[in-house]
């Protein structure tokens, strides 16, 4: 201790004489205190705010990059949805004769394929914040949760574009068909709901972000978790159709099927909505987003020694 | 006294060596079974790695053995405008500190205090994305870096023509020569403009015009009020930029001070372990090679030498009766292994050798000084017989450092662009007043 000592007295005398102003005009000078075991439920929201350019350079990669040298580039975003409905609409719709209320096939399993891909998108993405940037973490701090959050961003750019193509098969189902479908008032809410829709998928995937770097066997299970996911989700079938009581609710524990049914009540006038729904999902997607932030908080500050 | 930029205050980090996590779903199991119960979870469980050096089966999870201090209580001040110089071998902490004032990783014990805007030159091209024209990774690259969109835009015209990359500044990078990629990347980080700057082994990569043009930067950087952290080998960046160094030993600061006479203990420490074994008496073809010690004109024992000295370099050595003359032959090498000078012993007579009986001798060779420049060089000597075998050889044996205390006005921080800078003669051979109307035509 006492060589160390001694060193930073010289350190400091050796130096006063080459002290300058540092020239960094209205920019505040910036501290910064770095410590062991920082709390976990320690967010630094105005840092996040700082690398706002940050975060916007990143949706613009996503954006940009991914469909270079394709010949259909963004129409991409929309033709998987589409097909997906169609396919949904030939095997569950025709083949299989699934019940979906009265409402057309195909604005059903849409309007469901729409929103669960934006959540899908929003949770996957989260999920692999840590692993597929590893090269870039091990080298510059930013902000982790920029990572996450530049997902659930550029994600809404596509479900943008999705939500624009479906509201065209909507109007068209709507005034030029037959269909009843009863356009609620509410519909002013599906923001809110498209709002829900990013947090849960953020929430859970910070949760699998943080337990992917310990335990790697999520990554393989993640997607077949999806899967079994979307199909627990009213998606191609109504939750009118689960009639048992106790399996009502367990429906309703899955924080989507609020979402998928609220979202067709609002643009049909049809579906499942109920209060205990409502708060059920509403209470899980702030539960999971709270905690998700919090793990993911605490598994970032060290994770590069891990992977 | 001021307010240091950078504060280090016992400064830890721990690593564990081997298997991080509990490996199965039952360890998991067993490991919270034995947190509920409110006991040590390390006491009950198996060794994670079976290891058959370890006493029993039930030892701990991580006994103390399995951990490594990457760094250890280390603490240092870095006031504003400084350039410090962190050096040490391979594994002693270096990077682990940069990795935590980056705020890359977090301690394990300690605190460190930094005020104002850090940036780190890691490694150039982080980031890059390779379907991105060069444009976008500007500024994909200049955010990832901790500049504001606007700031980029500013100085994109600067940056494009420090890279000299204009006419493929719309290409993605993905059809760069590396090149390209590499200068367009260090154009980027050469134009942050953070309050600290950590710089690790960047001028490892490129070539020495690529190197040279780092090291320029840096000084600029340097010379704006900014301070630096540099972590390198090069021990000859690291006291030509820096004023103080500190070196790293085990995670343990093992000295800190003026960057000359760091330099010089590390240096002289690390060569004394690698020549020791050199010595130990073995003759090799009636050869036995007792000792070199490098000196200055005042006869002590150095490492590091000012240009304007000379270097005494003397060569111990026993010899048996040899059938025939030879001669003492001494290289100086480059750091990149490149030989820039060969002394024979019978170069001004080529009849002079070393005589055939048996004997120990002392041999003293000078290196003028103003004849090598600046740099690390490596010396190696050797007994061969004039145009005939080598009978011993001892490679890179010791090197020794030139370095400049005086300006001699030329290239980077007065560092003249070769490998010799040898003091030549010069003499005005003539010289008159212009006529009339020579004068108007400059």
Redesign the interface.
Known sequence: ?T???S??I???T???S???????GS?P??????????AWWKIDWREILD?R??L??LV??DL??VY??TILGPLWFVIQPLITSVVFTIIFGTVAKVPTDGIPQFIFYMSGTVFWNYFQGCMTHSASSLGSNT????????PRLIIPLSGAMSNLAYFGLNLIMFFGFYFYFLFFTTATMHPQVNLIFLPFLVLQCALLGIGIGLWVAAMTI??RDLRFALPFLISIWMYATPIVYPASLVVNPAMRLVLCMNPMTFIVESVRFLLTGTGTVTLTCAMLSIGMTIFFLVTGLFLFNRAQ??F???I | MTTPTISILNLSKVYNLGAINRHTLVDEAQYLWHRLRGRNPNQHMAPIAQDHTLPHKNAPLLAKADRFWALKDVSFDVSPGEIVGIIGPNGSGKSTLLKILTRITEPTSGDAFINGRVASLLEVGTGFHPELTGRENVFMNGTILGMKKKEIAKKFDEIVAFSEIEKFIDTPVKRYSSGMYVRLAFAVAAHLNPDILLVDEVLAVGDASFQKRCIGKLEETAAGGRTILFVSHNLHAVVALCRSVVWLDHGRVRMIGPAREVVARYTQEAIGQSTASAFEGKWQSDIRWEGLQIRNATGDETEVFDINDDILIEIDLAQKTLVQPVRLVLRIRTADDEVVALCTSNWNDPSASLPIEACHRKLRCRLRGNTLNTGTYRVSVGVDRPRGAVLSELINIKSFQVIQTTDHGGGIFGQLDSILSPLQPWETVWQKPLTDNAKGSL
């Open positions: 201790m060589g160390t000592k060193a930073r010289y350190l400091n050796f130096n006063n080459a002290t300058q102003q540092l020239s960094n920019i000078m910036q501290h910064t205190h770095i410590k062991a075991n920082q690398y350019d940050l916007f350079m613009l990669r940009t990059s270079k040298q090269s870039l973490m091990t080298k510059v701090y930013f310990k335990y500050r060290t590069v020694d891990m």
